[in-house]
């Protein structure tokens, strides 16, 4: 991977909040950049083809929503990997999957429109897999940004 470009930094810095709402967010958010809005929505693509990003798209509380979310973790055998991972993320509810150097090697967050889900969820995939899913319900929220040095 080559390092990110002077412009995709600013892009990167620049949408991490405040993003438009309006009839063209993407026009509006490429202007406040000094870019056209196909020239945006290129360096976006680029960002998720290249791997620097894993997607662009809003980000949404769901506890505001009246949902619920969990962080959760599962001891997967290395061999059997990449077909519990499809097994995980063929529920709608899962939001992220990210593989961890670690015993609990797989993590991920069950985002749910109603709370009961995230137990339902967990047990499915727990009975799907066969493997012991290890919830993690958050106790407090933090936010962290992130900024690309230029």
Not at 23 to 47: I, M
Not at 109 to 114: D, F, H, I, Q, T
């Amino acid at each position: 991977m080559t390092q990110l470009s002077e412009l995709d930094r600013r892009i990167v810095n620049a949408l991490q909040g405040g993003f438009p709402i309006s009839e063209r967010p993407f026009a509006e958010a490429a202007a406040r950049l000094d870019l056209s809005e196909e020239a945006l929505l290129a360096r976006l693509a680029h960002l998720v083809e290249s791997g620097y990003a894993s997607r662009f798209g809003p980000l949404w509380n769901s506890e505001e929503l009246g949902g619920a979310v969990c962080l959760a973790a599962i001891a997967v055998p290395a061999e059997r990997f990449e077909d519990v991972a499809a097994q995980v993320n063929a529920h709608r509810e899962i939001a992220h999957n990210y593989e961890r150097d670690h015993h609990l090697n797989m993590w991920f967050v069950v985002s749910a429109e109603r709370p009961e889900r995230i137990d339902e969820t967990i047990a499915a995939i727990e009975e799907e897999t066969g493997l012991k899913v290890w919830p993690m319900p958050k106790e407090e929220e933090y936010f962290v940004g992130f900024r690309v040095e230029a």
